[in-house]
């Protein structure tokens, strides 16, 4: 099955610094990579996604960029500012394996 | 629009004893899905269940299970309760049983086993 592997596990960065996490997977059929931002007490949330027929979306301060060839997908977030701070998960999903594999995660903190 | 509705919050079980947690997905989503999130094995995938059908399982014994009602909502249960199944229980909803549809993620219920 589907192994995805995240890193950091732990970020610090000040106000107004980028922030980079990156993931890896291992199922070459992935095609679909979502990012999702946990705040404390409550459910993951989606914040952007991405397919394997796009190697770079952006929303505002929030961009993913995907490498199929090289399995795998970063997550880049510039201005940070404090309400940034949470933890975020990568994972991916494929027609095959319908379900979300997700990574262990990585806690932000933006330091104001 | 009201979100994924997940009941209840909390619960306090004692080994060996059974449960059943609620979900109630956005109206209109008629796809379900179960996670398990916990702090050594991450989030992990249950079960998907649409049109009452389980569609998908993920690799958990038995003793997890769950269904899905005419009105998509959706029940899981765990019997026989092990100190192992305190977790937060995460339950998604999708307009759509597609793998590439956003999914979209209830407050979770906190079950602790003693």
């Known amino acids: 099955g589907e192994n995805v592997e995240q890193h950091p596990s732990t970020l610090s960065v000040q106000e107004g610094d980028s922030a980079v996490i990156k993931c890896t997977y291992s199922?070459?059929?992935?095609?679909?990579f979502p990012w999702y931002k946990q705040e404390l007490g409550k459910g993951p949330q989606l914040i952007i996604d991405?397919?394997?027929?796009?190697g770079e979306k952006k929303d505002q301060r929030i961009a993913v960029t995907l490498n199929k060839t090289a399995k795998h997908f970063s997550l880049h977030i510039t201005e940070t500012q404090p309400e940034d701070s949470a933890v975020y998960f990568c994972?991916?999903?494929?027609?095959?394996?319908?379900?979300?594999?997700f990574g262990s995660g990585t806690q932000l903190t933006v330091l104001p | 629009k009201a979100g994924v509705t997940q009941t209840p919050r909390y619960l306090i079980k004692t080994r060996g004893q059974q449960v059943t947690l609620s979900c109630s997905p956005i109206s209109g989503h008629r796809s379900v899905s179960w996670y398990q999130q916990t702090p050594g094995q991450g989030l992990q995938f249950l079960f998907e269940?649409?049109?009452?059908?389980?569609?998908n399982k993920g690799n958990f014994p038995g003793r997890f299970s769950g269904r899905q009602f005419s009105n998509s909502r959706s029940e899981m249960n765990v019997s026989t309760l092990e100190l192992g199944d305190s977790a937060l229980y995460l339950c998604a909803s999708s307009s759509v049983p597609r793998y590439d549809t956003e999914a979209f993620f209830g407050q979770g219920t906190r079950l602790t086993v003693v």
């Open positions: 994972a991916a999903s494929s027609g095959s394996a319908r379900q979300l594999t």
């Open positions: 199922d070459s059929a992935s095609n679909y």
């Open positions: 991405i397919r394997s027929n796009v």
């Open positions: 269940y649409f049109s009452e059908t389980q569609r």
